[in-house]
């Protein structure tokens, strides 16, 4: 049974750092891996897709890497701004069978001015 | 290109009773799951509808049920409701089943049962 696991729970930087989201997951036979950013209450959305062939993607100021092997990925965000307070949530996708996400629990993130 | 609509948006119901869900999948979408959000959990997987067919299922009861119509929007009816079900139900649509196409995430229902 797949589990994904994320660290930290909750992280809290001033503005303009660069930092790191940590995802590990225990089956490595994934088809992609997602980032995804959640803002209170409300839906989830996708910021990087990591197809398994793949070992990074980059949007902007985020970047996503995928050690598929050691069932580890990151997301890195450049210069944190406060608009980027919000929780991110990283999920694997299975190789066979119906199209099911496991999610990890996600890390809640605060940007302080 | 109309996104990934739910409704309703907030939801309250008493325990034991039964509660419906809708989901307008994304325009040419034909495959859309549903998932279960906890409050500080991530989403659990409850069930997927592909042409209107259940195509795989999470680990919830029978008390869980789902309908995709000829249009592929898509129902989750709740019976019996308990407390725990109280969540954040999430519907997700993508062009066809399978691994390789990405799901696309609607705003959520937020249900709590007192």
């Known amino acids: 049974k797949q589990e994904v696991t994320q660290i930290p729970a909750a992280l809290s930087v001033p503005e303009g750092e660069n930092l790191v989201l940590n995802c590990s997951f225990t089956d490595s036979a994934i088809y992609n891996l997602q980032w995804f950013r959640q803002d209170p209450g409300k839906g989830l959305t996708s910021l990087l897709l990591i197809q398994s062939s793949q070992r990074e993607q980059t949007s902007g100021r985020l970047n996503a890497s995928l050690d598929k092997s050691s069932g580890r990925s990151t997301l890195y965000i450049a210069a944190s701004q406060p608009g980027d307070s919000a929780t991110y949530l990283c999920a694997v996708s299975g190789i066979q069978g119906a199209q099911k996400l496991v999610f990890g629990q996600g890390t809640r993130l605060t940007i302080n001015p | 290109e109309t996104g990934v609509t739910q409704s309703p948006t907030h939801l309250i119901k008493t325990r034991g009773q039964q509660v419906t869900l809708r989901c307008s999948s994304q325009?040419?979408?034909?495959?859309v799951s549903w998932y279960q959000q906890a409050l500080g959990q991530g989403p659990q997987f409850i069930f997927q509808?592909?042409?209107?067919?259940?195509?795989g299922r999470g680990n919830f009861p029978p008390r869980f049920s789902g309908l995709q119509f000829p249009n592929y929007s898509s129902e989750l009816n709740v019976n019996a409701l308990e407390l725990d079900d109280s969540a954040l139900y999430l519907c997700?649509?993508?062009?066809?089943?399978?691994?390789?196409?990405?799901?696309?995430f609607g705003p959520g229902t937020r249900l709590t049962v007192t």
């Open positions: 325009s040419g979408h034909n495959t």
């Open positions: 997700a649509s993508s062009l066809e089943t399978g691994p390789t196409y990405e799901q696309y």
């Open positions: 509808y592909y042409r209107e067919e259940e195509n």
